[in-house]
């Protein structure tokens, strides 16, 4: 097979040597670890899978065996190809990890459970100081532009804990005050 194919049931993508010769004469370059990184790049992206180290290792040896045929051939290609028409036909598998598509999505951290967050910030919460994740929320907002919740934060947090309680007492009074203008908004409404 000369193109690439992929088995629904082996979970591997073969590539006839014929294909990965053809990519190596493709090089223009002599130097082969310049050769070697060009066709892991020409096998990576015509495959789509992720080059592991194994696979790196396959097709740096499958360059060498390719580099010491095409010098007994004398670098000529009519000879490089009549003596290794059955090496260059057969092909080599290489197992199929797609790049991202392994493992479970990933999800927003908003949308994460409180026991999913707790298990994501575990290490954060132990490395660090309360004042240190403190500051960081804090420069992070100001860098998103949202300059009013960072000094807010700054307030709760950097002053004295009487403003904290300042902050709560008018938040929950807010909260009152809005439900209060929905229930007065709906009864009106319905009054209509």
Not at 29 to 44: G, P, Q
Not at 114 to 122: D, L, Q
Not at 173 to 179: A, G, H, L, R, T
């Amino acid at each position: 097979m000369d193109s690439v194919a992929s088995g629904s049931q082996s979970s591997f993508i073969f590539l006839s040597r014929n294909k990965l010769s053809e990519f190596l004469r493709s090089c223009t370059s002599r130097d082969i670890t310049e050769k070697i990184n060009f066709l892991v790049a020409k096998v990576e992206n015509e495959t789509n899978i992720e080059i592991s180290e194994e696979i790196k290792k396959n097709l740096t040896n499958f360059a060498y065996e390719h580099r010491r045929r095409w010098l007994s051939a004398s670098r000529n290609n009519n000879t490089f190809l009549k003596q290794n028409i059955n090496w260059l036909q057969c092909e080599i598998s290489f197992p199929c990890r797609a790049h991202g598509l392994v493992g479970r999505p990933q999800m927003d951290f908003s949308d994460l459970s409180e026991r999913s967050k707790r298990r994501k910030t575990e290490d954060l919460r132990f490395n660090y100081s309360a004042e240190e994740l403190s500051y960081a929320a804090q420069m992070q907002l100001r860098e998103r532009g949202k300059l009013d919740s960072s000094n807010v934060m700054k307030n709760i947090i950097f002053s004295t804990p009487s403003r904290a309680e300042k902050y709560q007492k008018a938040l929950k009074k807010m909260d009152q005050d809005q439900v209060y203008s929905i229930y007065s908004r709906r009864s009106t409404f319905n009054s209509c």
